[in-house]
């Protein structure tokens, strides 16, 4: 009966495999001209999730914005003087003749409604028409700031040292553009001041920019890094080029299927070419095998048959587990994640594809004298990091139960570390502290109210409800109650407008800054000062019906635990004077905190769901309960540890880390799979004895000798990863960390903490039947030593 084998394929038709290779490359290569990004929180979440929903329905109903950029202006000695408002007239001028920006509602000290009385009329107008001309109109200027509390702490600070601008953005507005556009602005004016770009679309739309960059960046230099590396370890220009080959044919074909597919580059998969290019190191235990066998064989074609029969079992189970690892994330819900789970998993197939086909196709071309000389070192008596990997394996195997302690007290500490653990999104955070973007958002946050923006929708059953006085006083309340809250900076609503227009409508008197007794005189200052103040001024604030008011609330940081309180302060408030309303939350900072949710939702479920998968593929693999605890231990400990680490760290826990918390199950098992393989197929080689000698014998032999591939293996994917370390954004630094400790630790606890295991629970395992070898039958003659 006909079997086809790939390898053998690929090793007898070498020309076709690589030209065909070749030509699909080209063909995904076409898909990257188009190529978009995205990353945009509100993406994060599908178009139909309930957050995004009501959103979009809360911008409706009160005319709101998605997106606003806040621009601070900062002068020592203070921004009321003729100079400095004069450049703050003419900065808001130009940023109003910005394309993208919202001119209509751009509040700036020449555009914010002030509401004043002249002769007992309301008078609703700009609160500076133009520059002051002399110091008595300044003067005027400062009474009409610091006598409106509406201003106070929204375009004016306390100490009059800081004044904000704020420019909503037209729908589709690219943030990064806008944000350069007034930078370049404000860079033409001369004085004293500072001036500050912050605002979610600023932080947004700018990391997106840098994403892209780093996208080009990282790719190649860590490629260069890693070619570097298995050059130094195979001294082989064939070899090294192979391996760089296969990796960039993946990455192409997995991001031109994801470009080709429509789906726009997010924060997650601007990774994957990294990522895949480190999976792809997987495939150093074939040129590992290889060198191996060639030394003793001393026939190409013969060793390339023999490695791919001895490591294919491990190499095929390791895709399995990696695969499934990202696969998993298919089952999240934060949309990115799901993507980056798809793409990670197609490309880690079509690299073991290319592992049996690409890699033995390539191998018939590098000339024997060249490998012949390569492998010269290949010998697990001669080698130095054999001996030292023989070494670290010794420990474990003749102090096992030492061993095993020591690791359970490592672990009860790692544990308790990750009861510290705290997930949190900021994206402000996402930048370093030395950032402009970071330091204006600190400077904008301390001087005024802050810069992230939650809303909170006060709903009522009947219409006109919100003309009440006492619904008017509860609003009020809320205000208050909530502007207690250290993070909170700034509250506003359709309270302060009437009882500003019922004070400037009383000469100013403070005995009647306070919601007047009666509906109808509510009801005739909101029509009054609809008359002529811009519309979105009462449009943003209460609907139309006025059954539903929205309560303004400037938070002075972006983690997604600001706004939590903010709703369980007003939940507080409600109990504590029930109304008949509801109150639900809404808003950028909302929508950070369900993000965030999700996250920690998605955290949990993604873990649990690799550890079981990932445990029935250890036990498909060894068809063994107990061999699969037993490869499942390393990896326990490695993440835990990690994972403890960040914990008293006081390192925040955001997506991108949330995300590897699973993915680690299946890259970190890859080495126990490899060592357990291996060294099973090494006892069936050398007759299968089971006596306290030969699993020594096997253990040792093990670490050195498929230990060196594990330890390449780790080496090559740290590598890959540790040009992330040198990111200007905190998360590829935190991925490019967490990847490079996770595989180092994950190699070296492997070799140490396996044989420990074995020679602890050698009764239990070995009470099954004999193992069979994993590796062909012509290999049972054993060669390898």
């Known amino acids: 009966m006909f079997k086809f084998s790939l390898v053998e394929f690929s090793i007898r038709r070498p020309k076709l495999v690589v030209w065909a290779t070749v030509a699909l490359t080209l063909l995904f290569l076409t898909q990257f001209p188009h190529i978009a990004t995205d990353t945009n929180p509100k993406h994060m979440l599908p178009e139909n999730s309930d957050v995004r929903v009501w959103n979009d329905e809360v911008d409706k109903t009160f005319a709101l914005y998605e997106d606003t950029i806040v621009v601070g202006v900062e002068n020592n000695a203070g921004v009321l003087n003729r100079e ?8 808001t001028d130009a940023i109003i003749k910005l394309e993208g920006v919202a001119s209509r509602d751009v509040n700036s000290f020449t555009t914010i409604t002030n509401v004043t009385a002249e002769a007992g009329t309301l008078k609703v107008g700009p609160l500076m028409p133009g520059a002051p001309q002399t110091d008595a109109e300044v003067e005027a200027l400062r009474t009409a700031l610091f006598g409106n509390p509406l201003l106070v702490d929204r375009v004016i600070s306390k100490d009059g040292k800081t004044t904000a601008i704020y420019v909503p953005l037209e729908k589709g507005a690219n943030g990064a553009v806008i944000a350069a556009n007034i930078r370049e602005i404000v860079s033409a004016e001369k004085g004293s001041e500072r001036y500050y770009v912050a605002g979610d679309p600023v932080a947004r739309d700018t990391f997106g920019a840098e994403m892209f960059k780093l996208m080009g960046i990282f790719s190649p230099v860590a490629g260069m890094i890693m070619f570097i590396a298995i050059q130094l370890m195979f001294r082989n220009m064939s070899l090294s080029f192979t391996m760089m080959g296969v990796a960039m044919a993946a990455i192409i074909l997995s991001m031109g299927s994801l470009i080709g597919a429509g789906y726009p580059v997010h924060i997650m998969s601007s990774m994957a070419p990294v990522f895949l290019m480190a999976i792809a190191t997987d495939s150093i235990h074939i040129f590992n095998e290889f060198y191996f066998r060639y030394r003793e064989r001393g026939d190409k074609l013969v060793a390339i048959r023999e490695t791919m029969a001895a490591v294919s079992r491990p190499v095929r189970y390791t895709a399995l587990a990696t695969t499934a690892g990202f696969a998993v994330l298919l089952f999240m819900n934060i949309v990115p994640v799901m993507v980056f789970g798809g793409l990670i998993a197609l490309g880690t197939v079509v690299l073991r594809l290319f592992s049996f086909s690409l890699i033995p196709a390539i191998l018939t071309f590098v000339k024997e004298e060249k490998i012949a000389k390569a492998a010269e070192s290949e010998s697990v008596e001669l080698d130095r990091t054999a001996r030292f990997l023989r070494r670290i394996a010794e420990v474990g195997m003749t102090r096992p139960l030492a061993t095993v302690l020591v690791g359970l007290v490592l672990v009860a500490v790692a544990i308790a570390g990750t009861t510290k653990i705290h997930v949190n999104n900021n994206l402000v955070a996402w930048f370093k502290q030395s950032s402009e973007i970071r330091m204006a958002d600190t400077a904008m946050s301390q001087a005024l109210g802050g810069t992230s923006l939650g809303y909170l929708v006060v709903q009522a059953n009947e219409p006109e409800f919100m003309k009440r006085p006492e619904a008017m006083r509860w609003l009020e309340g809320l205000q208050r109650h909530i502007e207690q809250l250290p993070v909170v900076g700034k509250t506003f609503s ?11 409508l009383h000469d100013g008197d403070p005995e009647f800054d306070a919601v007047p007794e009666t509906k109808e005189a509510v009801g005739q200052y909101l029509f009054l000062f609809s008359m002529s103040a811009k519309p979105a001024d009462l449009d943003n604030v209460v609907d139309s019906a006025f059954q539903k008011a929205n309560v303004w609330v400037q938070i002075k940081t972006w983690d997604a635990e600001a706004m939590r309180q903010v709703i369980d302060a007003a939940a507080d408030y409600q109990k504590s004077h029930p109304l008949a309303v509801t ?16 996250v920690l939702g998605d955290m949990v479920l993604g873990f649990t769901l690799a550890l079981v998968v990932v445990f029935v593929i250890l036990a498909l693999n060894f068809r063994s309960v107990g061999w699969a605890l037993v490869g499942y231990m390393p ?6 540890l990690i994972y403890g680490v960040v914990g ?13 918390s699973t993915l680690s199950l299946g890259m970190a098992v890859d080495f126990s799979i490899h060592f357990i393989s291996r060294f099973r197929q090494r006892l069936a080689e050398t007759g299968g004895g089971t006596n306290e000698g030969a699993l020594r014998e096997a253990l040792l032999w093990t670490a050195a000798r498929p230990g060196k591939g594990i330890l390449r293996n780790a080496l090559l994917f740290a590598s890959a990863f540790s040009v992330m370390l040198f990111a200007p954004l905190t998360p590829y630094i935190a991925v490019g960390a967490f990847i490079v400790s996770m595989m180092l630790l994950s190699a070296l606890l492997t070799i140490l903490y396996l044989p420990a295991l074995v020679m602890l629970g050698r009764h239990w395992l070995f009470d099954e039947p004999k193992p069979t070898a994993d590796a062909a039958p012509a290999l049972a003659n054993g060669h390898g030593k």
């Not at 400095?84 to 900065?91: D, G, N």
């Not at 990896?635 to 835990?640: E, V, Y």
């Open 635 to 640: 990896l326990l400990f490695t993440i835990l």
């Open 84 to 91: 400095t408002l004069t450049r703050i007239a003419r900065v």
């Open 494 to 504: 359709v309270a302060d407008y009437v009882k500003r227009i019922n004070r400037v």
């Open 648 to 660: 008293f760290s006081g390192k925040d826990f955001d997506m991108p880390l949330s995300v590897l």
């Open 583 to 598: 109150v639900k939350p809404a808003g950028v900072a909302w929508f950070n905190l369900v993000w965030n949710d999700e």
